[in-house]
């Protein structure tokens, strides 16, 4: 059951091409990360640590946990944990056009704006989350005007998923995934 979990949860964030980094950029030792997600249902928690081994193997290991009452759990059930965090991720937005800008985030500039395909890039500030430099920017999705996307790109630091995606529609925050804890060796 837990393998189908981690499986479900590494397949909703693939398909969104959130991963800033690959394993190789990872050190020797542990490093490790947590995200606050909030949107539908329940609080969760997705933890993930990607410790670098001799030989240039790693070991991976990933979980998500939830918080709610016993009857927003209970609708949830461990099956239903990965359908959550998919429905969380918004499936009807295009997130694609950010995967160019996340392999070329050093070269983008404060104050500058970003034509993507589907959409606008602009690059708000320089800014921390959990203690990491990052650069702060927002998308705005041309078949959706009504929707404000705030991402983070870590500057320095290896972080696996964006430190910051946060959706909102109509001023209003819809999902959000927020790194809250980076340990590295």
């Excluded at 016993?70 to 609708?75: I, M, N, P």
């Excluded at 059930?77 to 950010?98: E, H, I, K, R, Y």
Aim: charged share 25%; aromatic share 8%.
């Amino acid at each position: 059951m837990r393998r189908v979990l981690v499986f479900a949860v590494l397949g909703v964030f693939g398909v969104l091409g959130l991963a800033q980094a690959e394993l190789r950029d990872f050190p020797l030792g542990r490093t490790e990360m947590v995200w606050a997600l909030a949107g539908l249902g329940p609080a969760q928690a997705l933890r993930l640590s990607v410790e670098g081994l001799p030989e240039g193997r790693f070991r991976v290991h990933m979980a998500l946990s939830l918080e709610g009452t016993a009857a927003e759990l209970a609708v949830l059930g461990f099956l239903g944990a990965p359908l959550l965090v998919q429905a969380m991720g918004n499936p009807t937005l295009d997130l694609s056009a950010l995967a160019v800008l996340i392999r070329r985030r050093e070269a983008l500039a404060v104050g500058e704006r970003y034509a993507l395909p589907g959409g606008e890039f602009f690059v708000r500030e320089r800014g921390e989350i959990a203690g990491i430099p990052c650069l702060l920017g927002e998308f705005r999705p041309a078949d959706r005007p009504e929707t404000l996307i705030e991402v983070g790109f870590s500057l320095r630091d290896p972080v696996y998923l964006l430190p910051l995606l946060r959706v909102r529609e109509r001023g209003r925050i819809t999902w959000e995934m927020v790194l809250v804890e980076y340990r590295r060796p």
